[in-house]
Nanobody
Framework: QVHLVESGGGLVQPGGSLRLSCKVS????????YGWFRQAPGKKREGISC????????YYAPSVKGRFAISMDSFENTVYLQMNDLKSEDTAVYYC??????????????????WGQGTQVTVSS
């Protein structure tokens, strides 16, 4: 069982930056993939970025591509999401998730079997 804990959310002004962290613990396999999802009030959950550990492949939703960057520190067992040039529409609860898979998907969360509790990101002046 993989246990995920997010941190790093908060209030930031438009144009600002935040770095989210997802601490991974428990039993993990070398071929795990990790993803970041977000959900704003009244909206569907959106997959925004994911990374595959076996080949470091990264994927981004069009809404965040060029502004967000996902990475993983294997020594720290932590997945990061660096968020730059934040906009009001980025306001949401952000969730980290893991999937026992060689590839990762953003169009659905069905492949992910472990989820963190979420961290709130609010972009407002």
């Amino acid at each position: 069982q993989v246990h995920l804990v997010e941190s790093g959310g908060g209030l930031v002004q438009p144009g600002g930056s935040l770095r989210l962290s997802c601490k991974v613990s428990g039993f993990t396999l070398d071929y795990y993939a990790y993803g970041w999802f977000r959900q704003a009030p009244g909206k569907k959950r959106e997959g925004i970025s994911c990374i595959t550990i076996n080949n470091d492949a990264t994927y981004y939703a069009p809404s965040v591509k060029g502004r967000f960057a996902i990475s993983m520190d294997s020594f720290e067992n932590t997945v990061y999401l660096q968020m730059n040039d934040l906009k009001s529409e980025d306001t949401a609860v952000y969730y980290c998730a893991s999937a026992p898979a060689l590839t990762c998907r953003l169009d659905t969360g069905a492949d992910y079997d472990s989820w963190g509790q979420g961290t709130q990101v609010t972009v407002s002046s």
